[in-house]
């Protein structure tokens, strides 16, 4: 057997089906289903190379002897499906809004008409109400849903056709803080970039929120599910998604693009991601383990305008020293960067898109009726200091 370092990003179909204990059919299933990450081999492109933690990842959770509280808590952390949804899944590389393919809808709709689509209603409009003055885009967005907490009902007990109206009422919400606007109504990507004076900017920032609009069940839809169980209104699940997504690991993600080009500025583009691999570890701005074969809202994002050329050589070194394409945060810091959009623009934007994900969950969650309490297991920690004798 041969022996393997899993230190090593990439291994081989021998090595991964020596970890497995199962056959090739079932290394195979596994990567269609996007449970393990592949990619051609550059020295025979006839093979594949599987990624070594997702291949360690369940080989651990196939493991006979784990007992079913283990194999739930490893379920919690990119785990198989916990909650069953009709409103996106991701297949074949692909990402499907209600079954339809959110890169080509990215073709022609407006966030307004995704939303009908993910709330399973008619038209949505998006009234022009009046925000929090003095602060950032996002503090406003926090302070108005948090204001419409202490009044707004709770959503149990209400029929599905109220809910999606208040829904487009918290949505105008977030849309005051996000995209604040005195005029007449506008589409809501036309009001980003009316707002940051960049026109020109409208029909990228318009794909760019169709493409951002939900992703299954990431942190902060899930945040917005666990809130929404509890019968809680439909702004405090919102604000709950909003606050997981204001993380480094979430939301925050597009910072480390601007960082990257900062530094390959002066170092070139090929050494800061060597660099930046050999220091943390991982470059977050590549890759994602859901498109083993790349972030398709990432191509169909960049294919929209011509990137400054520092961004075209990082997506170009990226690809090529890690063997992953560019990944929506890449995307949207380039997008930002290309119309000199404000430093807070990918967070907005992304924002702005989610919230019509996050009360998509909420109304499924509270339409399904059950309460999301998982069990804790209790690790007991020993050698405290300053316990009492008492």
Do not use: C
Not at 86 to 103: E, M, N, Q, W
Not at 235 to 243: F, I, R
Not at 288 to 307: E, K, N, V
Not at 362 to 380: D, S, V, W
């Amino acid at each position: 057997m041969q022996s393997i370092n899993m230190n090593t990003l990439w291994i081989t179909a021998e090595q991964a089906l020596a970890l497995l204990g199962t056959k090739s059919q079932t290394l195979y299933a596994n990567v269609s289903r996007g449970r393990i990450r592949a990619k051609p081999d550059p020295a025979d492109p006839r093979r594949s190379l599987y990624q070594a933690d997702d291949v360690k990842r369940l080989a651990e959770r196939h493991a006979g002897r784990r007992q079913s509280a283990a194999v739930a808590a490893e379920a919690i952390r990119w785990g198989d499906p916990v909650l069953p949804t009709s409103i996106s899944t991701i297949s074949d590389g692909k990402l499907f809004y209600r079954g339809r393919d959110a890169v080509e809808l990215a073709g022609h709709a407006t966030l307004e008409e995704i939303a009908a689509l993910l709330w399973d209603t008619g038209e949505v409009r998006v009234g022009v109400v009046e925000g929090k003055g003095g602060v950032s885009r996002m503090a406003a967005a926090l302070m108005g849903l948090a204001a419409r907490v202490t009044t707004d009902l709770p959503a149990l007990g209400r029929s599905a056709a109220v809910l999606k109206a208040e829904a487009a009422g918290v949505l105008s919400t977030v849309a005051a803080g996000l995209a604040p606007w005195r005029g007449d109504p506008l589409p809501l990507h036309q009001r980003l970039a009316s707002g940051w004076q960049r026109p020109e900017a409208a029909e990228p920032i318009r794909k760019a929120l169709v493409l951002a609009a939900e992703h299954e069940l990431n942190v902060s839809a899930f945040a917005a599910r666990v809130t929404a169980s509890s019968g809680a209104a439909l702004s405090a699940a919102t604000l709950s998604g909003l606050a997981a997504l204001t993380g480094p690991r979430h939301g925050g993600a597009w910072l480390s693009v601007t960082r990257l080009t900062e530094q390959a500025a002066s170092l070139g583009a090929r050494e800061v991601i060597r660099a930046t691999l050999s220091s943390e570890g991982a470059v977050r701005a590549f890759g994602h383990r859901l498109y083993p074969q790349g972030d398709p809202r990432a191509r169909a994002l960049m294919a929209s305008f011509d990137a400054p050329a520092i961004y075209g050589s990082l997506a170009e070194a990226g690809e090529e020293l890690l063997g992953e394409p560019a990944n929506i945060d890449f995307a949207l810091a380039t997008l930002a960067a290309t119309f000199t959009l404000p430093e807070e623009a990918p967070l907005v934007i992304f924002a702005l898109s989610r919230t019509t994900g996050w009360l998509a969950h909420a109304m499924e969650q509270i339409e399904g009726g059950h309460l999301i309490r998982p069990r804790a297991r209790y690790t007991q920690t020993t050698g405290l200091s300053g316990a009492s004798d008492l």
